[in-house]
C-alpha cells in the first residue's frame, strides 16, 4: 500500500487539510417594533420607514386575517390607495392572499398550504418581502409558510389583536399545531419588523380586546410590577374599551417582551426555562380540552391564578398578591364561568406536554413576589389539584 502523499507533494496548505474544523459566525439583527394608528393613511410612512433603503422595488405579498376583514371591509381599499402612493417603487405581486382568523388557521396545513401556494404562483422571490395583517394565530401560521419557502422570505408583521400586539406578534417564533398538540411545528424566525397599528384593535370583539391583557398582567408580574398597578388603576376604562388607557398598557407589555427576547441571553429557548411562560401550561391545556373555543387570553388567565394559587400553597407566596392579581383579572373581564377545569386530571396533563414540548428537565416559572421569579422543577401534584379545584371554584362564582 502506498503512503499518502505529504502536503508539500500535492501542493496543498496543511490548514486546507484539518481533519477537525470550527467555524464561528453571528449576525448582527435589530428586533424593530414600531407603534403607530392608521397605518395605511398618508401621510404615515411608518410603513415604509422599515423597508430596506437599498430595495428599489419593492414587491409584496400582503396575507390578511379573514375574520379582521369581516370587522374591517375598509382595509384593502387603505392597503390599495397606501400601494398607489407609493408606486412604482411598491408593488403587490398580486391580490391579497386572506386565511382564517383563530386558532382553525393553524390547525392542519390548510392556510400553511395557501400562503405556500400564493408565493408560488404569486413568484415571491427572496427579494420580496410578506406583509402579515392578523392576530397571533393568522400570523404563526402564514409567518411559518413564509419563513420556509424558498428557506425563507422577509416578514413585515401587522398584528391586530392586543394579545398580539403585547405579545405574540412581538416574539420572533412562528407555527402550527399538530397531533393534538399546539405550536408542534413551527420555527423561529424574526420578522423584519412589527408594526403595531392600535386602530385596528378597534373592531375586536370582547374576548379578544381583554385577551392582551392577562399577558400584561403576567409580564408585570415578572418583569415590572408598576404596570400591574396602572393596569389595576385603569382596568375601568380598559374593560370599557379606552384605547388610549390600552396603548399604554401595549406598548409597556411590548416593551417588556422585546426586552426579554432581546437581553435576556435566550431568543432561541435553547435553555430549559421560559419565564416568560407563566401560567402557560396550564393554558395552553385548557384552550386544548376546550377544542381552542377558550381563546389564548382568557386560558392564560386561568392558569395564572392556577400557579400563583399553587405557589401560595406550597408556601413561597403571600396570599394577598394572588387575592390582588384574582382581582385585577376578574375587573377586566376575566375568570368568567368556564366548564373545562372540572377535570382536573385532565389538565394536569399539561404539565407533560410542557415539559416535553420544551425538551429536558421540567421548569415551570411562578413568582414569590411581585417580580421575583422562581423556577420550580419538581411540582407535588395532588397540592396542584388542590390548586385547580379551587380556581374552578372561583369560576363557578359571579364577579
Ligand atoms: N408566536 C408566538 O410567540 C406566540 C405567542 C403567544 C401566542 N401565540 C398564538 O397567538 C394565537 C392567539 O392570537 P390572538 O389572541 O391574536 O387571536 P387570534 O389570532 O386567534 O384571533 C382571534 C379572532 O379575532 C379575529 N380578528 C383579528 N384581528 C381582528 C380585528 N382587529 N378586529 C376584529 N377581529 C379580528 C380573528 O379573525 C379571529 O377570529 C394563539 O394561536 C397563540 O398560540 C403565538
Ligand atoms: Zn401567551
Redesign the pocket.
Known amino acids: 500500500m502506498s503512503s499518502p502523499s505529504s502536503n508539500q507533494e500535492i501542493g496543498l496548505e496543511d490548514q486546507l487539510l484539518q481533519k477537525s474544523v470550527d467555524g464561528t459566525f453571528s449576525i448582527p439583527w435589530t428586533h424593530r417594533v414600531r407603534f403607530t394608528h392608521d397605518a395605511f393613511s398618508e401621510g404615515n410612512d411608518v410603513l415604509m420607514a422599515v423597508v430596506p433603503e437599498d430595495m428599489e422595488q419593492v414587491r409584496l405579498c400582503t396575507v390578511i386575517?379573514?375574520?379582521?376583514l369581516?370587522?374591517?371591509s375598509d382595509l384593502i381599499e387603505s392597503l390599495n390607495q397606501w400601494q398607489q402612493r407609493h408606486s412604482p417603487r411598491v408593488q403587490f405581486t398580486g391580490p391579497p392572499v386572506i386565511i382564517?382568523?383563530?386558532?382553525s388557521?393553524?390547525n392542519g396545513w390548510s392556510s400553511f398550504e395557501t400562503v405556500a401556494a400564493a408565493i408560488n404562483d404569486q413568484h415571491v422571490c427572496r427579494r420580496s418581502l410578506v406583509l402579515i395583517i392578523?392576530?397571533?394565530?393568522?400570523?404563526?401560521a402564514a409567518?411559518f409558510a413564509a419563513s420556509t419557502s424558498h428557506r425563507g422570505i422577509d416578514v413585515i408583521r401587522m398584528?391586530?389583536?392586543t394579545?398580539?400586539q403585547g405579545?405574540?406578534g412581538i416574539?420572533?417564533?412562528?407555527?402550527i399545531n399538530a397531533f393534538g398538540v399546539?405550536?408542534f411545528l413551527g420555527n423561529f424566525s424574526p420578522p423584519l419588523a412589527v408594526i403595531n397599528d392600535l386602530s385596528?384593535?378597534?373592531?375586536?370583539?370582547e374576548a379578544?380586546w381583554r385577551?392582551?391583557l392577562s399577558?400584561a398582567v403576567k409580564v408585570a408580574l415578572l418583569k415590572h410590577p408598576p404596570l400591574l398597578d396602572y393596569i389595576e388603576q385603569s382596568s375601568g376604562r380598559l374593560r370599557s374599551r379606552d384605547l388610549s388607557a390600552m396603548e399604554t398598557v401595549m406598548l409597556a407589555s411590548a416593551r417588556l417582551h422585546m426586552d426579554h427576547i432581546v437581553n435576556g441571553g435566550d431568543p432561541f429557548e435553547n435553555q430549559h426555562a421560559r419565564p416568560l411562560d407563566l401560567g402557560h401550561w396550564a393554558a395552553h391545556r385548557i384552550e386544548a380540552i376546550s377544542q381552542w373555543s377558550v381563546?389564548?387570553?382568557d386560558a392564560v388567565a386561568m392558569g395564572l391564578a392556577i400557579d400563583l394559587e399553587y405557589t401560595v400553597r406550597i408556601n413561597r407566596l403571600d396570599r394577598t398578591l394572588v387575592d390582588r392579581v384574582v382581582g385585577c383579572l376578574r375587573s377586566l373581564g376575566f375568570l368568567g364561568s368556564c366548564d373545562y377545569l372540572n377535570d382536573g386530571m385532565a389538565v394536569l396533563k399539561g404539565m407533560e406536554e410542557f415539559r416535553e414540548h420544551l425538551g429536558g428537565r421540567l421548569t415551570i416559572p411562578t413568582i414569590t413576589a411581585a417580580g421575583t421569579i422562581l423556577e420550580l422543577h419538581e411540582i407535588d401534584s395532588s397540592i396542584m389539584l388542590e390548586a385547580i379545584a379551587s380556581v374552578n371554584e372561583l369560576l363557578s362564582v359571579e364577579s
Open positions: 386575517d379573514e375574520g379582521l369581516e370587522a374591517r382564517p382568523g383563530g386558532e388557521t393553524k392578523g392576530g397571533g394565530a393568522v400570523l404563526d409567518g398584528p391586530s389583536t394579545l398580539s405579545d405574540a416574539g420572533i417564533k412562528n407555527g399546539k405550536n385596528l384593535l378597534e373592531s375586536l370583539d379578544h385577551g392582551g399577558e381563546p389564548h387570553g
